[in-house]
Nanobody
Framework: QVQLVESGGGLVQPGGSLRLSCAASGITFAGNAVAWYRQAPGNQRESVASISRVGGTNYAESVKGRFTISRNNAKNTLYLQMNTLKPEDTAVYYC??????????WGQGTQVTVSS
């Protein structure tokens, strides 16, 4: 059974930083495409950052230069370092892994609120 468990969300002031983590069990991040998505109230879920199966990274224009996605294969954990946070970054953030063999999996989400 695949489980993705996100952590690290919370309330932060504008300009602050947070690091999200996603721990996986039942599937390995290495060799699969992984990503962070977010969904704000009333909006569709959108891709924030991703790492392809071969290791290339991609970022949404709105977070380029502020967010960094990384993974630790030994710990089977995905990270999203978020710096210079803005109120418009407020959303529920979801971890995602896609395996061509196993399928597509999502975490339960973690709330990030950027507010003074």
């Amino acid at each position: 059974q695949v489980q993705l468990v996100e952590s690290g969300g919370g309330l932060v002031q504008p300009g602050g930083s947070l690091r999200l983590s996603c721990a996986a069990s039942g599937i390995t991040f290495a060799g699969n495409a992984v990503a962070w998505y977010r969904q704000a109230p009333g909006n569709q879920r959108e891709s924030v950052a991703s790492i392809s199966r071969v290791g290339g990274t991609n970022y949404a224009e709105s977070v380029k230069g502020r967010f960094t996605i990384s993974r630790n294969n030994a710990k089977n954990t995905l990270y999203l370092q978020m710096n210079t946070l803005k109120p418009e970054d407020t959303a529920v953030y979801y971890c995602n892994v896609y395996s061509a063999i196993r399928g597509n999996y999502w975490g339960q989400g973690t709330q990030v609120t950027v507010s003074s």
